[in-house]
């Protein structure tokens, strides 16, 4: 493991968050994928992407799929990075209602995309990769961010209750859903800062707690399938001051699939918002290890 400096419900122990999207090397995005309003990049990361050489097309697709309690704008300052090279964005959304379904969806999108195809995951999305990359010859690497990497058989409520460390349980707010038997979670506002983003500003995690987007608790807790870890290479950001994920069941995780792993030691569990060329380091390693 390389360590990197700086920059009520049990259920959803292990059920997170936050951005995705989906990346094309060196192409340009068709009208109906480009960022609407509020998924784009901050205004400085727009300039910067604007000032930006186009890179060489590679014909390799990076997807990026959030979890839950946020949303795809999770990603902004990572997919602002790989803008600047020249590679194109789409920004799907996770539906976060199980995972069965939940990686069907993805695996259709999978199926859409020409040449080699690289899944990241951040939080929740690392389950929804493991399960999705399934079938695809063309998917040639995992990239877990924070992120559940769970074994046949296994959720995230298992995979949670093994190690201590995670303060999510207690910072759940359930909203039941239409027809009962079922409820959306979400982080409670006032605790959403030190649970989820302790390493960001107050000013945007206020903001993120207000527009998070939940996940049906039961769907979300369903058992993962075979493991495409166990076929495709892999790399891991651990995220060590992670109070939703234990930073020592990340560490398990990433060693049992045997990834390529970095330890970001200060971070939240938002590694990719408070340490975006970190993440965006290991991502394009995957990318270079397996062109």
């Known amino acids: 493991m390389t360590p990197e400096g700086h920059p009520r419900r049990r259920v959803l122990g292990g059920l997170i968050a936050a951005g995705g999207a989906a990346l094309t090397l060196g192409t340009a995005p068709p009208a109906s994928a480009r960022p609407g309003p509020g998924t784009g990049p901050a205004p400085s990361s727009a300039a910067a992407v604007a000032d930006g050489a186009a890179a060489r097309p590679t014909g390799t697709t990076v997807v990026l799929v959030h979890g839950v309690f946020a949303d795809a704008s999770g990603w902004n300052e990572v997919t602002a990075r ?10 799907p959304a996770n539906p976060l209602r199980d995972l069965a379904g939940d990686s ?50 296994e959720s995230a409520l298992q995979l949670a209750g093994r190690f201590p460390g995670s303060e999510l349980e207690g910072a759940l707010v359930t909203r039941p ?29 206020r903001v993120m707690a207000v527009s998070q987007r939940p996940g049906a608790l039961g769907g979300l807790a369903g058992p993962s399938g075979p493991p495409a870890w166990k076929s495709l290479p892999s790399w891991y950001v651990v995220a060590g001051t992670d109070r939703v994920i234990p930073p020592a069941l990340q560490r398990f995780m990433a060693e049992r699939a045997g990834s390529r792993t970095v330890e970001v030691k200060d971070s939240s569990h938002v590694v990719m918002m408070s340490h975006p060329d970190v993440v965006t380091r290991h991502i394009t390693a995957a990318y270079r290890a397996t062109r």
């Open 82 to 91: 790989l803008l600047k090279d020249g590679h194109q964005v789409i920004a």
């Open 177 to 205: 859903l239409p027809g009962g038997g079922d409820a959306d979670g979400y982080i409670d506002p006032a605790k959403f800062h030190d649970v989820f983003a302790g390493d960001l500003p107050r000013a945007v995690t």
């Open 104 to 153: 069907a969806y993805l695996s259709a999108l999978v199926a859409t995309l020409p040449g080699p195809v690289i899944l990241v995951g951040h939080s929740y999305g690392g389950e929804v990769i493991t399960n999705a990359a399934r079938g695809h010859d063309h998917v040639k690497a995992l990239v877990y961010v924070a992120a559940f990497a769970p074994d046949e058989g």
